[in-house]
């Protein structure tokens, strides 16, 4: 079936090793960014946050970057996994008086065994 | 996430037809959004309501309308239905945020419908 991950930047690792996925993002007053891991016919699925006060946070097996000088945000997977195959997309907030996200266009993470 | 419930899965409608796509949850979020999804464009917001008397426009609204029916009911309208809206539609909620209303929390999605306009 049609799939959400055409035309995307794909990255491709063997199990075990660590992936980093980029994201430009494009208004240097964001002041919130997420990244949301989306698996072949299911919705986006959070998986770390980060506020424009800090530069990084890690959650299990996951660490997210905040650059806010280039304005770069990168995810990195430790130990990645065949699961851990999926879009990923990061997003931004932007203050606006209502706190809706703006989403990237993903980047494919394909993990060979 | 199973809390957000999206009717139907699937369709197939033809141009011109009217077309509702139903969201339900019951995570008691107030915040609810509509999105769609197009190969390698990422997801754009539709419209989004973060009460049942707010209704608010996306990135991409023109074609669309929408009806904020209880807390935990959003529905999508597409009244007059063309090709160009063939896509993967999702639905998001979000509770309201500790650190204010400009604040931001994490969206929970739905399992998203995917139609096709002939």
């Known amino acids: 079936g049609e799939s959400v991950g055409l035309h995307l930047p794909t990255l491709s690792v063997q199990e075990g090793d660590n992936s980093i996925i980029n994201c430009a993002y494009s208004n240097s007053a964001s002041d919130y960014f997420i990244w949301y891991k989306q698996e072949s016919g299911k919705g986006p699925q959070f998986i770390i946050d980060?506020?424009?006060?800090?530069d990084k946070r890690q959650g299990q097996r996951v660490t997210v970057l905040l650059n806010k000088t280039v304005k770069h945000l990168s995810l990195q997977i430790a130990a990645t996994q065949p699961g851990d195959s999926a879009v990923y997309f990061c997003a931004e907030g932007r203050p606006s008086g209502y706190s809706t996200l703006t989403f990237g266009k993903g980047t494919m993470l394909l993990v060979s065994p | 996430d199973a809390d957000v419930t999206q009717t139907p899965r699937n369709r197939i409608t033809k141009t011109g037809k009217r077309i509702m796509l139903e969201c339900s949850q019951t995570k008691g979020h107030d915040r609810m959004y509509w999105y769609r999804q197009d190969p390698g464009l990422g997801l754009r917001l539709i419209y989004y309501?973060?009460?049942?008397?707010?209704?608010n426009k996306g990135e991409i609204s023109d074609g669309y309308s929408v009806s904020r029916q209880a807390q935990a009911k959003f529905s999508l309208s597409l009244e007059s239905a063309i090709p160009n809206q063939t896509a993967l539609y999702f639905c998001?909620?979000?509770?309201?945020?500790?650190?204010?209303?400009?604040?931001?929390?994490?969206?929970?999605f739905g399992p998203g419908t995917r139609l096709t306009v002939l």
């Open positions: 980060i506020r424009s006060n800090m």
């Open positions: 309501s973060f009460d049942v008397k707010d209704i």
């Open positions: 998001a909620t979000s509770d309201f945020p500790s650190g204010g209303p400009s604040s931001y929390n994490e969206q929970f």
